[in-house]
């Protein structure tokens, strides 16, 4: 039924080796769109295919130029093409987009287009019209090009064990180390290595709170958080939600974090557990391995998702085919990993910092998760239906780190590693919520209080980690560590307030892991039929198709951490 056979999207409006260089190349086309008589109906459904394509391939390009900056951050011409895309070309698009958004809404003809094929379409056209502000287009130029920044300071962190240089990614492994001194001393190493960078990070971030404060004032809102609210497309639920969440992990997730920790504290035999001994085995159990090299992982991961569904298999084949994977960490390139869609081609590009880690597992195939998505909904008829809320598209991503479990034998040998991995998952599933929380209610204090002092903002910090601290790892005499901890979350740097997503997400994919254990294979359905309607209908609608509600109240949380815990103990 579903194909990875993906194809370029063939031309018709755009000359089929045309290039974005610069503006006045660009600059026709747009200008066509605006002045063109649409005066029948196939007239403005081929309009809306034209502009889709003319979409899709500045979309790609901007998408090319990021990815390969942040491949290679210390790389001062690929840095000077990303920086010249958002400042000499976007800028100049921003207006066009708002004269097309307004002739197709006021167009009579667009009463006529189909109400449920264009809904969501319509809708977040209208939004957009909304937010417009000819005075934010120089500001939006300048986010782009500061938000970037984050990657190129955070690129530039090594420290060196035992005579050899490492990145942060790469330094992590030690943090599994069997000798607790060498943890500590990794530990320590990596986080004075941050310290470094506090106050680049803190001046970056004073630069973007108050440039987004006044982007937010430029269109009327009381606050950034409200307005971009907004730009997020958060139609279906509010602020009071995010608190209710917050409240709810206190209640119903701390009690399964402490839970856990405390097994840990006991199975490595320690009167008090240190953050550096979160990963750590006990003595004589070696750290889990599942692959050597990037090869290996894709492989692996081609492998794992093929015994899943041979569809998910050849999605990530096809990737590698294309050249569309970066895996491995390395000196100069930008932490993280991401997934991005590439509107003309069909597939993404995956990047990732691998160092043969567990957690490297679970980013590959959360990653392949939204791969997955990409496919799927590549074959939808406009750019606009491709783009769906992110509140889906982290279920995409989160579902499969629980769906791949079932298929990790290809990761590990022995029944004992495999067992040890999915306990890991599980775990993670549970301790990542209060990370989640953490960060989005540091984002509604820092924008609410746009005004504020580091020393507000670290108090402030330090107060919210109390809130959502364990009771169980001893954090004392680290606190110069901690209060700068929010400065390692690429997304308050560059996607500010996308975070409580992943929150809503493992919660929609904890549910379709229930159902994945009742019936693979509907699960399975639900998931790809969800997928493949990309944006084109609501949030709830879009959780309904893969047999969810969309339901993230505190009732919804209990029921699915103690679901989870059950799975854990058994």
């Given at each position: 039924?579903?194909?990875?056979?993906?194809?370029?999207?063939?031309?018709?409006?755009?000359?089929?080796?045309?290039?974005v260089?610069?503006?006045?190349?660009?600059e026709?086309?747009?200008k066509?769109?605006?002045?063109?008589?649409?005066?029948?109906?196939?007239?403005?459904?081929?309009?809306?295919k034209?502009?889709?394509?003319?979409?899709?391939?500045?979309?790609?390009?901007?998408?090319w130029?990021?990815?390969?900056?942040?491949?290679d951050?210390?790389?001062?011409?690929l840095?000077?093409a990303f920086?010249?895309?958002?400042?000499?070309?976007?800028p100049h698009?921003?207006?066009?987009?708002?004269?097309?958004?307004?002739?197709?809404?006021?167009?009579p003809?667009?009463?006529?287009?189909?109400?449920?094929?264009?809904?969501?379409?319509?809708?977040?056209?209208k939004?957009?019209?909304?937010?417009f502000?000819?005075?934010?287009?120089?500001?939006?130029?300048?986010?782009?090009?500061?938000?970037?920044?984050?990657?190129?300071?955070?690129?530039?962190?090594?420290v060196?064990v035992?005579?050899?240089?490492y990145?942060?990614?790469?330094?992590?492994?030690?943090?599994?180390s069997?000798?607790?001194?060498?943890?500590?001393?990794?530990?320590?190493?990596?986080?004075?290595?941050?310290m470094?960078?506090?106050?680049?990070?803190?001046?970056?971030?004073?630069?973007?709170?108050?440039?987004?404060?006044?982007?937010?004032?430029?269109?009327?809102?009381?606050?950034?958080?409200?307005?971009?609210?907004k730009?997020?497309?958060?139609?279906?639920?509010?602020?009071?939600?995010?608190?209710?969440?917050?409240?709810?992990?206190?209640?119903?997730?701390?009690p399964?974090?402490?839970?856990?920790?405390q097994?840990?504290?006991?199975?490595?035999?320690?009167?008090?557990?240190?953050?550096?001994?979160?990963?750590?085995?006990?003595?004589?159990?070696?750290?889990?391995?599942?692959?050597?090299?990037?090869?290996?992982?894709?492989?692996k991961?081609?492998a794992?998702?093929?015994?899943?569904?041979?569809?998910?298999?050849?999605?990530?084949?096809?990737?590698?085919?294309?050249q569309?994977?970066?895996?491995?960490?390395?000196?100069?390139?930008?932490?993280?990993?991401y997934?991005?869609?590439?509107?003309?081609?069909g597939?993404?590009?995956i990047?990732?910092?691998?160092?043969g880690?567990?957690?490297d597992?679970t980013?590959?195939?959360?990653?392949?998760?939204?791969?997955?998505?990409?496919?799927?909904?590549?074959?939808?008829?406009?750019n606009?239906?491709?783009e769906?809320?992110?509140?889906i598209?982290?279920?995409?991503?989160m579902?499969?780190?629980?769906?791949?479990?079932?298929?990790?034998?290809t990761?590990f040998?022995?029944?004992?590693?495999?067992?040890?991995?999915?306990?890991?998952?599980?775990?993670?599933?549970?301790?990542?919520?209060?990370?989640?929380?953490?960060?989005?209610?540091?984002?509604?204090?820092?924008?609410?209080?746009?005004?504020?002092?580091h020393?507000?903002r670290?108090?402030?910090?330090?107060a919210?980690?109390?809130?959502?601290?364990?009771?169980?790892?001893?954090?004392?005499?680290?606190?110069?560590?901690?209060?700068?901890?929010?400065?390692?979350q690429?997304?308050?740097?560059?996607?500010?307030?996308?975070?409580i997503?992943?929150?809503?997400?493992?919660?929609?994919?904890?549910?379709?892991?229930?159902?994945?254990?009742?019936?693979?294979?509907?699960?399975?359905?639900?998931?790809?039929?969800?997928?493949?309607?990309?944006?084109?209908?609501?949030?709830?609608?879009?959780?309904?198709?893969?047999?969810?509600?969309?339901?993230?109240?505190?009732?919804?949380?209990q029921?699915?951490?103690?679901f989870?815990?059950?799975?854990?103990l058994?």
């Amino acid at each position: 039924m579903y194909s990875a056979d993906i194809k370029k999207l063939p031309r018709h409006f755009l000359p089929a080796d045309f290039m974005v260089t610069d503006w006045p190349s660009l600059e026709p086309y747009f200008k066509q769109l605006t002045e063109r008589d649409i005066d029948t109906m196939p007239a403005l459904e081929q309009w809306l295919k034209d502009q889709s394509e003319l979409e899709a391939v500045v979309n790609e390009d901007a998408c090319w130029r990021q990815i390969k900056m942040t491949c290679d951050t210390e790389n001062k011409d690929l840095e000077a093409a990303f920086n010249f895309f958002c400042t000499d070309i976007q800028p100049h698009i921003q207006p066009y987009a708002d004269a097309l958004n307004k002739k197709l809404v006021n167009h009579p003809l667009a009463q006529q287009l189909d109400a449920k094929k264009y809904f969501t379409y319509l809708r977040s056209i209208k939004q957009r019209i909304e937010l417009f502000r000819e005075a934010n287009i120089p500001l939006q130029a300048e986010l782009s090009v500061m938000q970037q920044q984050f990657g190129v300071i955070s690129g530039k962190m090594t420290v060196t064990v035992n005579g050899t240089e490492y990145t942060l990614q790469q330094a992590t492994k030690f943090l599994e180390s069997p000798d607790r001194a060498v943890r500590e001393e990794v530990y320590r190493k990596i986080n004075e290595r941050r310290m470094q960078d506090v106050d680049a990070l803190n001046e970056l971030y004073d630069q973007l709170i108050s440039k987004r404060n006044q982007e937010a004032k430029n269109a009327d809102f009381a606050n950034y958080r409200d307005y971009r609210f907004k730009e997020l497309g958060r139609f279906d639920y509010g602020k009071e939600d995010c608190f209710a969440f917050h409240d709810a992990v206190k209640l119903h997730v701390l009690p399964l974090v402490n839970m856990i920790y405390q097994k840990k504290k006991e199975k490595l035999g320690l009167t008090e557990l240190r953050p550096w001994d979160i990963e750590a085995e006990p003595a004589g159990t070696q750290a889990l391995r599942p692959f050597q090299t990037a090869d290996e992982l894709v492989e692996k991961s081609v492998a794992c998702f093929t015994k899943l569904r041979p569809f998910f298999g050849d999605c990530l084949s096809k990737m590698k085919q294309m050249q569309h994977l970066d895996l491995n960490s390395r000196m100069g390139k930008a932490p993280g990993g991401y997934n991005c869609p590439l509107a003309e081609s069909g597939a993404p590009f995956i990047f990732m910092n691998a160092a043969g880690q567990m957690h490297d597992v679970t980013t590959m195939v959360h990653e392949g998760g939204h791969a997955i998505h990409s496919f799927l909904a590549h074959h939808l008829e406009l750019n606009g239906f491709k783009e769906y809320p992110m509140e889906i598209a982290e279920v995409a991503s989160m579902a499969m780190e629980l769906f791949s479990m079932d298929e990790w034998e290809t990761f590990f040998e022995s029944e004992d590693d495999l067992k040890r991995a999915r306990a890991h998952q599980l775990e993670r599933v549970i301790t990542i919520f209060p990370w989640i929380a953490i960060i989005d209610k540091f984002q509604h204090w820092v924008y609410e209080n746009p005004s504020h002092t580091h020393t507000q903002r670290t108090e402030t910090w330090n107060a919210i980690l109390l809130e959502f601290q364990d009771g169980v790892i001893d954090y004392s005499g680290l606190e110069n560590y901690r209060s700068q901890a929010w400065q390692r979350q690429l997304h308050l740097f560059e996607v500010p307030f996308y975070y409580i997503e992943y929150g809503i997400a493992q919660l929609g994919a904890i549910g379709m892991w229930q159902q994945y254990k009742k019936d693979k294979q509907k699960a399975l359905d639900n998931y790809c039929r969800a997928l493949s309607l990309g944006g084109t209908q609501t949030l709830p609608q879009l959780f309904e198709t893969a047999g969810l509600k969309f339901d993230f109240s505190p009732a919804t949380i209990q029921y699915l951490m103690e679901f989870v815990k059950d799975e854990m103990l058994k």
